[in-house]
């Protein structure tokens, strides 16, 4: 033994250890160091016959299938092979074992305890002419291999990873079976082929994929690139390549690495927000109302541009302000409460204050303001969306003091109106009275026919304006909802006889005749007995005052469902289509025939509908110039009317 020797490992050498100079192989018995050699490996190595029968097994064999060597001996290599894998095993196995340059080849074999683990063998036929069609065939087991292979591969699947390897003396980038699977294309259906492979990058992406390549190569460094590639279903994924430069220990580059993950669901995800944000922006910038974000210290994180024509501010101005220092302080603690109750619930709140323009003027505002929480529960920021509502409430209060002077002025009139009727009845009654006991000479004789004429006059036109002043009394009182109506059971045929009677004398007088005709048994209606007399007589003065000579008037009456169906038909002149739908209001007249308006005042037919509505029925007109005019009305038998106007 020399102190100054090789020492393998380095280490000082121990009191037995040998070195290279004292080793001879033939110190061992023949064979002796082959078996030693072959006892310490894990690897099995079997010696088999052309049949597959075991001739050797060495005595790894116990603790990688669980028997002992002469326990295998002279069994079938094939017994101890899965037989799921037996008849691929089989096939190929003669042209295996004369590759030169050959992977090992994988397998299921059965232990001796039954159960089954994959293995791994390299197999080659044994050149030496005393073993004769013998193959020597060494496994090991690959059972943790395989499961980090599984693990491996199944979390690039779930994290849509693949990869390539590109070896640079001479060699083509080779492409892993999860590099297939993140396009969906099998490795088996096709062998790669660069020109292939770089097609599928997107034609927009190419080129940067390209230089990347070739800077790389020039200058060797890791680089990252986003590419588009085509994927076995026509559609390009976004595909993130990380590539990294594997070197020697030399620091030579030898390949390159890619690492590429499909990020195909962010980038649409991406794309998606960005476009709603795009558009979100877009609304904010165009839309009138003023958008504003708040954070939860009641700063301005964000304004729309509408803030400039609404406030006087631009965007700029009002963003990382307090908002409150654009709302006048006696709206603050409104708008604090409104704060309150939109961190209650989701539901935007509604309110309405003043904001401070920037020129010193007040604007009204009406905002609905939105809390958004974060996932603690806690503001992450209010939404207000506020819009200038000056104008309509100038609009409103303007509205509710005409509406105020309005009521004022009816009042006034009403007021006006009831004095009149007292101040106007009172002496019209006397001249009504007393020219009345004139006419009638009850305290004698008036002396001279002129004078009696002249007192029938005076009667006349006492009646006349009393109608009148009654008629403008009633309007006004149906028109301030202040006309009341006393129900009785009204016997129609007689109310209708009665008033043909009143009109009778001024019919024939004007040549018309007068004709009326009523159901059997029509029943009585609830109405009022001197509202409904003024309908009848108002229409019937109509048809008359609008008939000529010659002319007639009819009145009929039936029932019709749950109510009663008026008609008032006259042969006059008519009244013109356009002029009807005006009609039936207060002081409208149709102006068909000057000289007969003149004679009224438009007030009979508003004064009929007004009634026949307060009652509940309903009133129309029909007419065809020149050919005549048919006023229908119904009552309701019960129930429908009105006791009083609304
Ligand atoms: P007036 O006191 O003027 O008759 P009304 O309200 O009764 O007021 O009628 C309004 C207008 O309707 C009349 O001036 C007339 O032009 C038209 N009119 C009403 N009834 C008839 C009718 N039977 N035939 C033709 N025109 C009519």
Redesign the pocket.
Known sequence: MSDDGPRPGGGAPGPSALVAQDFAAKDFADGELERLLLAAQDDLTLLCAEDTTILYASPSSVGLLGYKPEEAIGRSFTEFIHPDDLAMLAAEWERYLELSDKDPVQFRARRRDGSCGWYEAHASRVDDPRLPGCSCINMREVEHLRLLHARIAEAEARAKIGSWRWIMKGGEPEWTASMYRILGYEPSDKPFDLEWALNLTHPDDRDAFRDCLLDCLENPKSFTVPTRKLASDGEYRHIIQHCYVERDLNGDVVALIGICQDVTAQAEAEAALRKSESEYRMLADEASDVILRVNASGCCTFASPACKSTLGYSPQEITGKAILRFVEPSDHAALNYVYQNALKGTEAQRVTFHGAHKYGHTVWLEAGVRAIMDEAGKLSELIIVARDITERRQYEEGLRHARERAEAANLTKSKFLANMSHELRTPLNAVIGFSDIMREEMFGPVGSDQYSEYVQLIHESGQYLLELINDILDMSKIEAGKYELFLEDIDLSGMIESCLRIVETRARTNGVTLEWSTEDGLPDVPADERALKQIFL??L???I???EDGGKVSVTAKTLGESVFVR?N?T????PAH?IPR??KP???????AS??Q??????????KSFVELHGGKFA?E?VEGE??T?TFTLPLAGAFHKKSA
Not at 572 to 575: A, D, K, L, Q
Not at 587 to 593: D, G, K, L, P
Request: glycine residues 14%.
């Open positions: 108002n229409l003065s109509n048809a005052k609008f008939s008032v006259d006059g002149c008519g009244i002029a009609l039936a002081f409208e007249q149709a102006m068909t025939n007969q308006a004679t009224g005042t438009g007030l009979g037919l508003a004064l009929v007109i007419s005549g005019t006023v």
